[in-house]
């Protein structure tokens, strides 16, 4: 089988597969791509901005006359569109994916005899907006992007396949799709149910004048934002995900007891060692990687001065320096280090910009 990468079909046109179509039209203009949605009106809304090809639905036979064919759509979708196009794909058709999780897709693949030819691709990025409006290069650029291959013949595509992912902007990392699931669940899918866990203890553990929900803020907001995320995505993760998960569950909760025993003991180095260990591994991770379903919050604390005005100050400041804000909340306790007012920007530059400016004017800022 040799890659080649004329003639490329995109099943699915949201944020993420309008950001791969847009990347390789953006970084490769020669490359033809033909695109399909659920919705025929995002189908024309590529084809205005340039990005494929077709401004209407195409059948299964010209869909699947790629050389390379993305799979962008949740893994039900794409597995049903696997079917349908079966009996078209052609033999040295590269066929890959963007799901969250590989083992089911990497089983619908097998069970085709499509394994050959298939590499899962899971790029680490996205956002808390959705669909080709909101689809920018930007999400790949210096994104990890993973990718699983399962047979000798789908490996010796790999390094093709990487060049030219890399080639959008994105860092491209090999593993097996069975480490990649355990390693998504550690990372991104316990954490979910974590969070979630902890969101509806406190929820059903409040009193009636819902004094926990006034006084939540700083630690609480920070370690829960994952919480505001699609249930039903989540939903739809757990039951594709759900060995690596149950696995990870049942670990968390002897990490748990660890932590329990060490309280109801009092006993004080154990508790001592048990934080020292989550600190030196949480300060060795490295600052502001794109990834994850969630987009990193581009935010800052900032510790006011008991004075009128200060905060239409600092938005003023922010405002005549071209700097928007994307939100803005006060934190009613001192819980969160001593950040009162809560800043988020739109990106990095801008929080960093904002950043340099306050403190340029004496303000004291902090930056978790």
């Given at each position: 089988?040799?890659?080649?990468?004329?003639?490329?079909?995109?099943?699915?046109?949201?944020?993420?597969?309008g950001?791969?179509?847009?990347a390789?039209?953006?970084?490769?203009?020669?490359?033809?791509?033909?695109?399909?949605?659920?919705?025929?009106?995002?189908?024309?809304?590529?084809y205005?901005?340039?990005?494929?090809?077709?401004?209407?639905?195409?059948?299964?036979?010209?869909?699947?006359?790629?050389?390379?064919?993305?799979?962008?759509?949740?893994?039900?979708?794409?597995t049903?569109?696997?079917?349908?196009?079966?009996?078209y794909?052609q033999?040295?058709?590269?066929?890959?994916d963007?799901g969250?999780?590989?083992?089911?897709?990497?089983?619908v693949i097998?069970?085709?005899?499509?394994?050959?030819?298939?590499?899962?691709?899971?790029?680490?990025?996205?956002?808390?907006k959705?669909?080709?409006?909101?689809?920018?290069?930007?999400?790949?650029e210096?994104?990890?992007?993973?990718?699983?291959?399962?047979?000798?013949?789908?490996?010796?595509?790999?390094?093709?396949?990487?060049?030219?992912?890399?080639?959008?902007?994105?860092i491209?990392?090999?593993?097996?799709?069975?480490?990649?699931?355990?390693a998504?669940?550690?990372?991104?899918?316990?954490?979910?149910i974590?969070?979630?866990?902890?969101?509806?203890?406190?929820?059903?553990?409040?009193?009636?004048?819902?004094?926990?929900?006034?006084?939540a803020?700083g630690?609480?907001?920070?370690?829960?934002?994952?919480?505001?995320?699609?249930?039903?995505?989540?939903?739809?993760i757990?039951?594709?995900?759900?060995?690596?998960?149950?696995?990870?569950l049942?670990?968390?909760?002897?990490?748990?007891?660890?932590?329990?025993?060490?309280?109801?003991?009092?006993?004080?180095?154990?508790?001592?060692?048990?934080f020292?260990?989550?600190?030196?591994?949480r300060?060795?991770?490295?600052?502001?990687?794109?990834?994850?379903?969630?987009?990193?919050?581009?935010?800052?604390?900032?510790?006011?001065?008991?004075?009128?005005?200060?905060?239409?100050?600092?938005a003023?400041i922010?405002?005549?320096?071209?700097?928007?804000?994307?939100?803005?909340?006060i934190?009613?306790?001192?819980?969160?280090?001593?950040?009162?007012?809560?800043?988020?920007m739109?990106?990095?530059?801008?929080?960093?910009?904002a950043?340099?400016?306050?403190?340029k004017?004496?303000?004291?800022v902090?930056?978790?």
């Open positions: 089988m040799t890659f080649h990468t004329n003639r490329i079909s995109m099943v699915g046109l949201g944020l993420i597969g950001s791969i179509a847009r390789i039209k953006h970084f490769h203009p020669e490359v033809q791509i033909l695109g399909t949605a659920g919705h025929e009106e995002t189908i024309l809304e590529a205005e901005a340039g990005v494929i090809e077709n401004q209407s639905f195409l059948s299964p036979q010209e869909l699947a006359a790629a050389d390379i064919l993305f799979l962008c759509g949740p893994v039900g979708i794409n049903d569109y696997l079917r349908k196009l079966h009996p794909i033999k040295d058709t590269l066929l890959t963007v969250s999780v590989k083992g089911d897709i990497h089983a097998r069970d085709l005899g499509l394994d050959g030819q298939f590499i899962g691709g899971h790029p680490m990025t996205g956002s808390e959705i669909g080709f409006a909101n689809s920018n290069i930007s999400y790949l210096n994104a990890y992007y993973i990718l699983t291959a399962e047979t000798p013949q789908a490996r010796e595509l790999l390094p093709d396949f990487a060049a030219f992912i890399s080639s959008l902007g994105a491209t990392l090999t593993m097996e799709p069975e480490k990649h699931d355990l998504t669940a550690a990372i991104s899918h316990v954490p979910h974590i969070s979630a866990s902890l969101v509806n203890l406190v929820c059903d553990q409040d009193s009636e004048d819902e004094v926990m929900k006034t006084i803020a630690g609480f907001r920070d370690i829960t934002r994952i919480s505001s995320s699609s249930p039903q995505m989540w939903q739809h757990c039951l594709s995900n759900r060995e690596a998960i149950l696995q990870l049942d670990t968390y909760q002897e990490e748990l007891a660890r932590f329990r025993a060490g309280v109801e003991a009092a006993d004080a180095d154990e508790l001592l060692g048990l020292g260990k989550a600190k030196n591994f300060d060795s991770l490295p600052l502001r990687k794109k990834g994850g379903v969630l987009p990193a919050a581009f935010e800052f604390y900032v510790n006011l001065a008991d004075e009128a005005g200060q905060i239409a100050t600092i003023s922010l405002a005549a320096n071209a700097l928007s804000i994307k939100n803005i909340g934190l009613h306790n001192r819980e969160f280090e001593q950040g009162v007012l809560q800043v988020e739109y990106d990095e530059p801008s929080m960093e910009e950043i340099r400016l306050l403190k004017r004496q303000y004291d902090i930056q978790k």
